[in-house]
């Protein structure tokens, strides 16, 4: 099968659409809680937005499940980052030897934790707790040429969908993804700029800590690249020219997420940038989606504007590796048990605002 039938039969894929008509009974269960009328804020939302994603009033998060990509970035020979490209191998030993910052947050939260080598430059030995999924050994350099082809990022979208479908057979409802990729930042900013037609250098931040002078050099790199690309508005030609292979597995992995009606954390940037392009396959997929936090990036601000998204959390933070989703988490959990464990007033033998 060639990339055009696999990109046809990837648009196709079935969102189931939430069923609005329970919202009153949820709002109304919520309402009949041991407390004032919206009194718990946000937390109220987000438990009716559990609740529609289960269609149920008894909603029940089960065997909570992070995936966490790792790959490198041909644009980092265009010194488009504070680090070099190898911290990306780094950082995956890192994860490995449950030293990073994911590491400890799962673990606080009883979260369960993959790490996935979707393209790392390097090659992992006896490494049990590497999931390998490697596309190549990172992208190619987008400054110069197609960062992906059609058919390695068609591969690694059909990646990530197959990864999440082995997690929701294994019970999972609710999961989260993280990244790790020096350089990601940069196709980031470029997909951001693209899929939601906002000015590049709006976009464009720190990433990883760069200095004014490096910020600048990024800038300059990016709108060059950006220039030398084709100006094709189709989805899968912008993934492909300015995306990574861990982003294009997230983008699968949130689409196959949605379509098996799991409930979708949401971290920073470069994970929202991946959903900007499986909102283009089916925009029916923001209701399946909780935004854990604000990242600091700017053009994280930009794309929840654009959304109409709230973050949950605005710690200023901007590590990625899917830290703000872990840390909002517990929130999701208090949300799903206040709608399930609080009692009624009845239940209470509470007696209600006169």
């Not at 559990?50 to 029940?60: E, G």
């Not at 990646?159 to 790790?180: A, P, Q």
């Amino acid at each position: 099968m060639n990339w055009k039938e696999n990109y046809r039969l990837l648009k196709k894929i079935l969102i189931p659409k939430l069923d609005h008509r329970l919202l009153k009974k949820i709002e109304e269960k919520i309402n009949n809680k041991t407390k004032p009328i919206g009194s718990l804020g946000k937390l109220e939302e987000i438990a009716k937005q559990i609740a529609l994603i289960q269609n149920s009033l008894s909603p029940k998060i089960h065997s909570p499940k992070f995936l966490v990509f790792a790959s490198d970035h041909g644009i980092t020979d265009a010194k488009v980052s504070a680090y070099p490209k190898e911290v990306t191998y780094q950082m995956v030993m890192n994860f490995l030897n449950e030293g990073a910052a994911i590491n400890v947050f799962c673990k606080q939260h009883s979260i369960g934790l993959s790490i996935i080598d979707a393209g790392v430059d390097g090659e992992f030995i006896n490494t049990e707790n590497l999931v390998s999924k490697k596309i190549g050994n990172g992208t190619r350099n987008f400054l110069l040429e197609r960062a992906m082809t059609r058919e390695e990022t068609l591969e690694a979208i059909q990646t990530g969908r197959e990864l999440v479908r082995k997690e929701s057979f294994s019970g999972t409802n609710i999961i989260g993804f993280g990244e790790m990729g020096i350089g990601n930042s940069s196709s980031a900013s470029v997909l951001t700029s693209l899929f939601l037609n906002i000015p590049l250098k709006k976009c464009i931040g720190k990433g990883t800590g760069l200095s004014p002078k490096g910020l600048t050099r990024k800038n300059f790199v990016l709108t060059s690249a950006l220039k030398n690309r084709n100006s094709s508005k189709d989805p899968l030609d912008i993934l492909s020219n300015f995306g990574g292979y861990e982003i294009a597995m997230i983008a699968g992995g949130i689409l196959e997420a949605a379509s098996r009606r799991m409930v979708i954390l949401i971290d920073g940037s470069i994970v929202s940038s991946a959903l900007l392009f499986a909102l283009k396959i089916n925009r029916k997929i923001l209701d399946y989606c909780i935004f854990s936090h604000l990242s600091a990036e700017p053009m994280h601000s930009l794309i929840l504007s654009k959304l109409g998204k709230f973050p949950i959390l605005n710690l200023e933070m901007r590590l990625g590796e899917g830290t703000g989703a872990a840390l909002a988490f517990p929130i999701i959990q208090s949300a799903t048990l206040m709608l399930t464990e609080m009692s009624s007033f009845e239940e209470a033998k509470v007696s209600r605002k006169a």
